[in-house]
T-cell receptor
């Protein structure tokens, strides 16, 4: 059973456009929702994270929107750049079980110049 | 400060062979873990450790063994490799158990089992 469902599987946007990646979860005990960014040949790296006590978190061009009632959260990349081309993973964990971070299946983002 | 170091970067095994994937971190992190990454499957947790001498199973532990004799090292052993274990393996660490500090990932080991 997939605990975190991520969509779309792949995404192509033009430079300067907005990239949106969505995730949904079922386990209401999840209380930590990070996004990881992975470039080819490298390990994932934390991009931004949110807790359910806030509905939005912004860091530069990257924003997480969180809808607790719908059990959904999304990553928005404003003014997308070719250097943003990477695979993005959403994830979730519970405070008590943060040893078991559960990942979505990933979204491959391509930003065309 | 090298972070998380994984060796080897690439490995080809024949079915039934055994091998150990090495992982070392120099950040004095208590928590270490192994993930496998397969196309369209995301990252799946194999085993993790919250400190020296303590290990536990993740989502997909079958066919893999781990041990944690030191804080720095967390090797992953394949006792009898199978084609289904063809994957990219990532080791990751964080400072403490039970917190939500970022996971630091190595650059992976690409394993092919023929």
């Amino acid at each position: 059973q997939q605990q975190v469902k991520q969509s779309p599987q792949s995404l192509i946007v033009q430079k300067g456009g907005i990239s949106i990646i969505n995730c949904a979860y079922e386990n209401t005990a999840f209380d930590y929702f990070p996004w990881y960014q992975q470039f080819p040949g490298k390990g994932p790296a934390l991009l931004i994270a949110i807790r359910p006590d806030v509905s939005e978190k912004k860091e530069g061009r990257f924003t997480i929107s969180f809808n607790k009632s719908a059990k959904q959260f999304s990553l928005h990349i404003m003014d997308s750049q070719p250097g943003d081309s990477a695979t993005y993973f959403c994830a979730a964990s519970t405070q008590g079980g943060s040893e078991k971070l559960v990942f979505g299946k990933g979204t491959k983002l391509t930003v065309n110049p | 400060n090298a972070g998380v170091t994984q060796t080897p970067k690439f490995q080809v095994l024949k079915t039934g062979q055994s091998m150990t994937l090495q992982c070392a971190q120099d950040m004095n992190h208590e928590y270490m873990s192994w993930y496998r990454q397969d196309p369209g499957m995301g990252l799946r947790l194999i085993h993790y450790s919250v400190g020296a001498g303590i290990t536990d199973q993740g989502e997909v532990p079958n066919g893999y063994n781990v041990s944690r004799s030191t804080t720095e090292d967390f090797p992953l052993r394949l006792l009898s490799a199978a084609p289904s274990q063809t994957s990219v393996y990532f080791c990751a660490s964080r400072p403490h158990r039970g917190d939500n500090s970022p996971l630091h990932f190595g650059n992976g080991t690409r394993l092919t089992v023929t």
